[in-house]
């Protein structure tokens, strides 16, 4: 199968264009926190694949890794 990255690897100097995201906060009936992340200009059909979710303890602060 032929497939190539969607954000292919920085080929040099300048910055890569990061794509803008869009989060959904949800809380579940037990209290769990979940995260969902997807592109800010999909569509609700894209919406459907182009997704990624995590549980809260799942994220760190970006400062705290550095």
Not at 11 to 19: A, F, I, M, T
Not at 26 to 53: F, V
Request: hydrophobic share 30%; with cysteine.
């Amino acid at each position: 199968m032929g497939s190539e990255p969607v954000h292919p690897p920085d080929s040099g100097g300048e910055h890569p264009v990061r794509p803008r995201l869009a989060s959904r906060l949800t809380t579940h009936p037990d209290g769990r926190e979940e995260c969902t992340i997807y592109p800010a200009d999909a569509t609700p059909e894209a919406q459907l694949t182009q997704w990624l979710s995590a549980f809260e303890g799942s994220f760190v602060d970006l400062d705290s890794m550095e």
